[in-house]
């Protein structure tokens, strides 16, 4: 499965931005998908992640009630729609899929991973 994320940029503190991983493959609708994310000098952090139906979704605390992760198994996509967005969400978003059908908030379950795509919030 290869991995490629899209739809970062620069938008002002309290705007919205809507990122997109297309997945290659035949199992994407079999694959839990997340996104992390890691600003400059910080680990990196878990941000969101879904179940291969969709049906489970998990929320890192800090993102809970802005974020919104969502997947179109038909268009092998995974989305993270980003509302309210604050300059602590600047980061390098990653998206990942597992090889199990479930969501984990843990980075180290995930095989598959794409290259990042960069989120800046200015205030």
């Known amino acids: 499965v290869q991995l490629q994320a899209s739809g970062g940029g620069l938008v002002q503190a309290g705007g919205s931005l809507r990122l997109s991983c297309a997945a290659s493959?035949?199992?994407?609708?079999?694959?839990?998908m997340g996104w992390f994310r890691q600003a400059p000098g910080k680990e990196r952090e878990f941000v969101a992640a879904?179940?291969?139906?969709?049906?489970?979704?998990l929320y890192a605390d800090s993102v809970k009630g802005r974020f919104t992760i969502s997947r179109d198994n038909a268009k092998n996509t995974v989305y993270l729609q980003m509302d309210s967005l604050k300059p602590e969400d600047t980061a390098i978003y990653y998206c990942?899929?597992?090889?199990?059908?479930?969501?984990?908030?843990?980075?180290?379950?995930?095989?598959?991973w794409g290259q990042g795509t960069q989120v800046t919030v200015s205030s």
């Open positions: 879904i179940s291969s139906n969709g049906g489970t979704t």
């Open positions: 493959g035949r199992t994407f609708n079999r694959n839990g």
């Open positions: 990942a899929g597992r090889q199990s059908a479930f969501a984990s908030i843990y980075s180290t379950y995930y095989t598959y």
